[in-house]
């Protein structure tokens, strides 16, 4: 993987060069991703950039002064070394991530779940932790990062480096690591010469304080909505329209736009149509229809269906405010937005998406469908029928 294959983020690349390229990484870093916005795929690219034999030994320029490091802006990605990492098998890479058990009552380790890690980076490189874990059989198993785990890093990264060069660890979702995490500290803080180790996590708050404190900290922001259309049209053969319009509904992050595509033909359109008639027009027996059909859909698909119907909103929000060249999605959508225009005020709209989004978190909580929709049903006939505008608790 090399810089090239990485989703936008073209600040974060630059600034992770500059530290290398300056000397100032510090022996852990930890890069903060939320979900989709490319943590990991990051992660394997920097690791393969510092180990790419071209960056470690670049060709003297003509123009260069005797210690100037100008090093290459990618790494080459056709050395031994790129090709090794691009298969993540360099000996000097070494990944942890969280794992189940394979019994019942005993400890895994990464290593012992190596070739589904390979497969799962390979193929699927900005999924998460959730999407993993399902991967190896996890079903309803917690993932865990076991106190093993631990004692396993310390063996691996006090291992001779192979290369006689650089050494990597790539700890993907610290979040996993219990109190047993305090036992990487002394790593964390003096690790072997020549060893460099990359957190790479969704949630600062959810890490030990005591590892997130020792590390240099490097956030990666969601994905500008151009990169992930682009991205979508070269990867998957999307059509121009149909990415941007994906890419605008994805808040920043590839995995939830391959999900988005992935479910086009679930056609939510018809779907917010079927809702906004029973809601407005034809009454309670139609709504709690609805609601049925809405809650036989798993809790990803709910979410995402009222991710599309507040981008929805939001388009009618922008034709109200700014006119409607600035909807920002276009035909039978665009059609939609103008719509709900004539049913609905400036503040009733934005009323409904904070509904909305209220119930997409409660959804995220676990809470249970059928009653979230049915009062979100309820509560949305209240803002738009009676023209009032209920006070959001
Ligand atoms: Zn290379």
Redesign the pocket.
Same mark, same amino acid.
């Given at each position: 993987m090399r810089f090239a294959d990485i989703i936008g983020q073209e600040l974060v690349v630059a600034k992770l060069r500059s530290l290398a390229e300056q000397n100032r990484l510090s022996h852990a870093l930890l890069l903060l991703a939320r979900p989709g916005t490319g943590g990991l795929p990051l992660a394997v690219a920097f690791a393969?950039y510092l180990? !790419?034999?071209?960056?470690q030994d670049p060709a003297p320029s003509l123009f260069d002064s005797k210690d100037s490091h100008a090093m290459p802006p990618d790494? !080459?990605?056709?050395?031994?070394?790129?090709?090794k990492v691009s298969a993540l098998a360099h000996p000097d890479l070494h990944f942890s991530y969280p794992v189940i058990s394979r019994k019942p009552g005993t400890p895994s380790l990464s290593t012992d779940f190596a070739a589904e890690w390979r497969e799962f980076v390979g193929q699927y490189p900005y999924g998460n932790d959730f999407d993993w874990l399902q991967s190896i059989g996890a079903e309803n198993r917690q993932g865990k990062i076991f106190a093993a785990e631990c004692i396993d890093i310390h063996r691996r990264l006090t291992l001779k480096s192979y290369e006689g060069r650089l050494k990597i660890l790539i700890l993907w979702m610290p979040e996993y690591l219990e109190k047993e995490g305090n036992r990487l500290l002394k790593l964390i803080e003096e690790p072997p010469l020549g060893t460099l180790i990359l957190l790479v996590a969704e949630e600062y708050g959810e890490i030990l304080p005591t590892i997130g404190s020792r590390s240099q900290l490097v956030r990666l922001p969601p994905i500008e909505a151009p990169s992930i259309a682009k991205a979508l049209a070269a990867r998957c053969g999307t059509e121009e329209s149909r990415a941007e319009s994906i890419a605008a509904m994805s808040d920043g992050s590839y995995r939830e736009a391959l999900a988005l595509l992935q479910h086009h033909e679930d056609d939510w359109l018809s779907v917010a149509r079927e809702w906004l008639n029973a809601i407005l027009r034809n009454g309670p027996v139609a709504q709690v229809r609805w609601v049925e059909e809405i809650s036989k859909h798993g809790r990803e698909k709910q979410k995402q269906f009222l991710r599309y119907m507040c981008h929805l909103v939001e388009a009618s929000i922008r034709i109200q405010t700014m006119g409607a060249t600035t909807a920002g999605c276009q035909g039978p959508e665009a059609d939609f937005a103008e719509k709900l225009n004539r049913v609905a005020g400036l503040g009733q709209l934005q009323a409904m998406a904070a509904e909305m989004e209220r119930c997409a978190y409660q959804i995220e909580r676990n809470a249970h469908a059928k009653i979230l929709f049915l009062s979100l049903s309820v509560r949305l006939q209240h803002i738009l029928r009676d023209n009032v505008v209920l006070l959001i608790s």
């Open positions: 393969q180990l !790419c034999d071209a960056v790494s !080459c990605g056709t050395c031994p070394s790129c090709r």
